[in-house]
């Protein structure tokens, strides 16, 4: 039996070292993994480290770029779902603007499968009229948003911003492969 496709966002922000954690669980789960990821995440996580645990080449900006490959158009064959987390303010901004000026922002606007966000910020942008405004446009289209922890995030802030416990996003993601 063929595994279900799941393309792995992962954007910017500190809590982006939790995607090893839950792109094993996809793996453990019986799903073919595949990774996006932003510039700047690849800063913080290790593509290396992303491909040894998925088993699969990662995509980035670089090799969109200057392998002239078609990433992101290839990705969305056969896939069951596209989850982003974490999901930074820049990404879902991106989303409902429809810019394609990334790898994980141009694979989002190739995808035909369910869309899923965790997002993951300082609790005052989070709760920023241009984000909840974002946020809203994109719920509008159908895209699941898996709403933020509450607690102390990675700047000392308190509040509602944190990337959810990987076990969650894992379950509410699951929720949305048909």
Known sequence: M????VVLGITSSISAYK???LSRLFVKGGYDVHVV???NASKLVSTLTLEAL???PVHTNETLW???EMGHINLKEGAALFLVAPATANIIGKFASGIADDIVSTTFLAMKCPVVLAPAMNPDMFS???VQENLKKLEGW???IIDPAEGVVACGDTGKGKLPEIEVIYREAL????
């Open 2 to 5: 063929k595994k279900k496709k």
């Open 19 to 21: 995607a090893c954690d």
């Open 37 to 39: 990821i932003t510039e």
């Open 54 to 56: 998925t088993g699969n």
């Open 66 to 68: 200057e392998k002239h």
């Open 128 to 130: 920023s009229r241009p």
């Open 142 to 144: 159908g895209i699941k």
């Open 175 to 178: 929720n949305e492969i048909k």
